[in-house]
């Protein structure tokens, strides 16, 4: 019995860290009934998660933004101009795609930085700032797309950011139709994570904290190894792990990390939580909010690329919109409108729970009227879920 | 005077984990000046918040009755019309609003759908009189000092027609003068029939003022007593309180004479770009090693801005002067590096600018030395969870444990953890500002304790505070501060309440 009494204990306190995954899952599987497991079949997954890449990683920028207490409207279409900017790097310029990538990368740190100036340094509302980037980057994307109206890149390696796979393990004749290499990765992955944690749990140990029971701990081991493990069997049923995912994960990696792990991120999240007694604690708060900001505009013109890639042109509307997606998808996965609280991996189950609802509603033939209608109040609910448990947290 | 206007009866209040109030009782004769009492956490506020209704009918148990009828308020407008008016610590005034706004914000005078602004005003300026506050009533409410904007909420009250009027910690921010008005203002109310019910931590006005106090202790009642009968003085309130007699508040300790100066600076003058005026005049001023320097004034002397100005001066004033910290000449730009070179600044306002209160107790106490416990940028958060740990042990820390979130804690805790935070940064010399406000007697000689075994381990400590007996009790010397400038320096010896008041008021 006090086994399911630690387990109740320990879901209990940590319902707010599993309820999006919970969310995702009741999703997943409304969807996966409704559609005669269309919805889970390796094929649309896969489609699903390359559809998420540029809005997961807008997310994963604005996440640190609205932590800090602001928010960047102007990322959708400076992510829109930027991937123009990288098509006719390319295409005009006859640039490699290796000098082209970089290009706009830095592009964009320094359009992050732009919007930054007025905020840090004026004290300027970022609303306000960025929205006037919202609109300078509306202008200049239909600027440099005037003449030519859409365009198309033809660089191979630059369109497989957005459609390619990863390439597989030359070879081995076992298991023909499943992706070799994404099951290796899956299953390094796995014992990583095992690793990991049963080292995190080691060295709690040695200091004499408090660690989850063991039956629990091997439980969690359990279910999040076999989770992963689905995803990664769901991925490599069809072409293997995409060059989109590979991007997303990476990126999500590095600021999970940071985010959790070191000073930079303990920083921010103190902005957040109280800007005057960060500023009194001796941290720089303009600095950090230039480089958030920096940030953010490197991942839009990420975001820029993946999705021009995934088009494998640059268009004249392209980024409509994707600010206040990624804002959603940022609220979906908990980040506090107050600042101060939200993670990064919050906001990427945010983001695949955003897309998910598109995905599986296109399935199911539900037109795009009530597709709005549901996203806005799955947005409704899960603000709602988030208040609600952190007012009975106190 | 024996006719109960209000009596809660057997009150108790749970909340998970704990028992906030356990049968506490509590009975105010109508026409009175009745105090409650009591260290913070033992139930004063969340009493207050049971009868104003914020802790709505059926949350709790036991019988409210207020006027003779029982009561079963869902919502503070509920208490409201019955007559009850509460007046918290943090004003809830709309400073961009006049103060005849304010006064009736919420009970506008209309007639028909439109607001009688006429009608308003003449009645706003009826109240100010009433209150004694002498301003236009057009003048908006972030134009008036602290002092000023507590009148105005009783103004409200009172416009509201209150039976009872409760203040929780009135004078907490107020200076002498302007306490000693809203004592006498009480008073006067008091003989127009208004019943008093006033929370405070100041034992003084307590015994100047009470008819009756109340002592809570742990959620619950301890006593109530009689100021006619001579029930109520300092030593009785004090043993009741905390439940045991301090015979002395302050540590006894050797006022130690060292030359080797820690911080020194010469004609140190300050402009504060924001109010467009000089806030400090030609300030010179030494703090030596292991002494505790204290900083006596009125509110809005200078003190907290000189404060600020030698702390990295974050509020970006243009200075003029030389500062020597350590003997090496030194002008900071940043907090950062007056924590670098070993000055650390606790606030007065632990909430607003000291705590971050959604976070939890370890990572505040870390926050403004990360690098300790970091390697290469990355935090080792078992080495955090230890640290605080020690904190929580030697500084008395009372919280479950050190995750959780400070907002939760009470406001003597909430002290220590902004004191642990600034430990944490070893510093050479520590600025507390106003280092007791707003906590109980049992924390304020904690922290007395502390600050005695600091600087006995050779850190020096400016301390800054308007409680005068807290100046005296504690400094090695005090510098009087007054308009921005340094209008006096007294060794401890020579300082009395009367010459500092005397330098801080001339």
Known sequence: ?394 | MSTPILEMKNITKEFPGVKALNNVSFRVAEGEIHCLVGENGAGKSTLMKVLSGVYPHGGYEGDILFGGAVQKFRGISDSEKAGISIIYQELALVPEMAVYENIFLGHEITNGFRVDWNETIKRADKMLKTVRLDVNPAVKVKELGVGKQQLVEIAKALSKDVKLLILDEPTAALNEGDSENLLNLLRDLKNHGVTCVLISHKLKEVIEIADTVTVLRDGKTVCTLDAKKGEVSEAVLIKNMVGREIDSIFPKREHKRSQEVVLEIKDWTAYNPALGRQILKKVNINVKKGEIVGFAGLMGSGRTELALSLFGNPDGYQINGEMYVNGKRRQFGHPQEAIAAGVAYVTEDRKGDGLILIQDVKQNITLANLREISRRGVVNNNAEVKVANEYKGSLNIKTPTVEQKVINLSGGNQQKVSVAKWLFVKPDLLILDEPTRGIDVGAKFEIYTIMTRLVQEGMSIIMISSELPEVLGMSDRVYIVASGRIAGELPIEEATQEKIMHLATN
């Open chain 1, 1 to 394: 019995m006090s086994f399911f009494n630690d387990l109740r204990k320990v879901l209990g306190q940590n319902i707010r860290d599993y309820g999006m995954f919970i969310a995702l899952f009741i999703i997943t599987s409304i969807f996966s009934i409704a559609t005669d497991g269309l919805f889970i079949s390796s094929r649309n997954i896969s489609n699903l998660l390359n559809q998420a890449g540029y809005i997961a990683v807008l997310a994963v920028g604005m996440t640190l933004i609205i932590i800090i207490r602001h928010i960047d409207l102007s990322v959708g279409f400076l992510a829109g101009f930027l991937g123009a900017v990288a098509a006719i790097a390319m295409v005009s310029w006859n640039l490699p795609v290796y000098a082209a990538i970089p290009l706009v990368l830095i592009l964009g740190i320094i359009a992050g930085l732009i919007t930054a100036f007025p905020v840090a340094q004026l004290g300027i509302p970022s609303f306000v700032a960025s929205l006037a980037g919202w609109l300078i980057y509306r202008g200049a994307l239909l600027l440099v797309t005037l003449k030519t109206g859409t365009i198309i890149i033809p660089d191979d390696t630059f369109n497989a950011i957005g459609n390619g796979n990863i390439p597989d393990i030359p070879g081995i004749t076992i298991l023909p139709e499943v992706h070799k290499l994404t099951l290796l990765l899956g299953l390094i992955a796995i014992i990583l994570y095992i690793q990991n944690d049963i080292s995190a749990r080691n060295k709690k140990q040695t200091y004499n904290f408090e660690v989850l029971p063991m039956n629990i701990f091997v439980l969690k081991l359990i279910f999040a190894s076999v989770l992963m493990g689905l995803v990664t069997w769901i991925l490599a049923g069809y072409n293997g792990l995409s060059w989109t995912v590979v991007v997303v994960l990476i990126v999500v990696g590095i600021y999970h990390f940071i985010m959790s792990q070191t000073v930079l991120g303990r920083h921010v999240y103190a902005i957040g939580g109280n800007p005057e007694a960060a500023q009194l604690s001796g941290i720089n708060v303009k600095k950090i909010t230039y480089m958030v900001f920096g940030s953010m505009g490197m991942l839009s013109a990420l975001s820029g690329i993946l999705f021009a890639s995934r088009l494998q042109s640059a268009t004249t509307t392209a980024g409509t919109l994707f600010e206040l997606d990624s804002i959603a998808a940022a609220y979906i996965g908990g980040v506090s409108a107050a600042g101060g609280v939200g993670n990064v991996l919050g906001s990427l189950i945010g983001a695949l729970v955003y897309i998910s609802l598109t995905s599986g509603m296109n399935l199911m033939g539900i037109d795009i009227s009530s597709q709005y209608i549901v996203r806005g109040a799955v947005l409704a609910l899960a603000v709602i879920f988030d208040v609600a448990t952190r007012r009975s947290a106190r």
